[in-house]
């Protein structure tokens, strides 16, 4: 019996992380079909001396599966792209492409679980297990100021990392909460499904960022 391990305990799983069982199989069929694609756990995108983390849920099949940055390649990340580069949160042009030259601005994004899961859907013990890396991201940012959370799941690792319950901070779209010397904010996740069904329309997000970019001009900078 193969002890499932993981070499890199920091913010950022090896490539052949074993952690979660499921996940690395699902990874090795990828791997096996469509050999030219990242197929392996999706680093954070963007400086480590941030100020803002947005946090998704997990790296999209075709998306940042396929690409290797996360939210690149699939309609979530039109939207989220498109709204850090109206807030002056990101700069250049996005392509939907790693090359495209885009760069992220005093923002970082990263995702609640590294590897793309079944159905877009990982389970409850692999969110936990993945949460280390999660832990690690926080850690080593040492400007963090604001935190994004993109839907319910990515809320809930978001607060226990930061040491709480969620019990005590239910997830609520546009709310935001004081965690330490972080604030959360929180938004409904920018996939397809949610913008279809109107759950979160453009102009709901945007106003999600304004409140992060109103937030960020009115704090002061870390030392």
């Known amino acids: 019996m193969t002890t499932a391990t993981c070499p890199d305990p920091g913010s950022t799983p090896s490539p052949d992380c074993n952690l979660c069982p499921r996940l690395a199989a699902f990874r090795r069929e990828w791997r096996a079909r469509e050999p030219a ?27 940042a599966n396929r690409t290797g940055r996360p939210f690149t390649g699939d309609y979530a990340g039109d939207l989220l792209y498109e709204t850090l580069l109206t807030f002056g949160l990101a700069r250049g042009r996005y392509a939907a492409s790693p090359d495209d030259g885009l760069e992220l601005a005093d923002s970082r994004i990263t995702n609640a679980v590294r590897c793309v899961p079944p159905e877009n859907k990982p389970t409850g013990a692999e969110i936990v297990t993945c949460r280390r890396f999660l832990s690690g991201t926080l850690a080593e940012m040492a400007n963090l100021q604001a935190i994004v959370a993109l839907g319910r799941v990515a809320h809930d690792t978001v607060v226990r990392a930061l040491g709480r319950a969620p019990t005590r901070v239910p997830f609520r779209h546009g709310g935001h909460y004081d965690l330490g010397n972080v604030r959360l904010f929180d938004s409904y996740h920018c996939s397809r499904y949610n913008t279809n069904t109107r759950v979160l329309t453009p102009e709901m997000f945007r106003a999600v960022f304004g409140d992060v970019r109103d937030f960020l001009d009115a704090v002061p900078r870390a030392a």
């Open 37 to 63: 694609w990242f197929n392996a756990p999706v680093p954070s995108f963007g400086p480590v001396g941030a100020r803002l983390l947005v946090v998704g849920l997990a790296p999209g099949l075709r998306g």
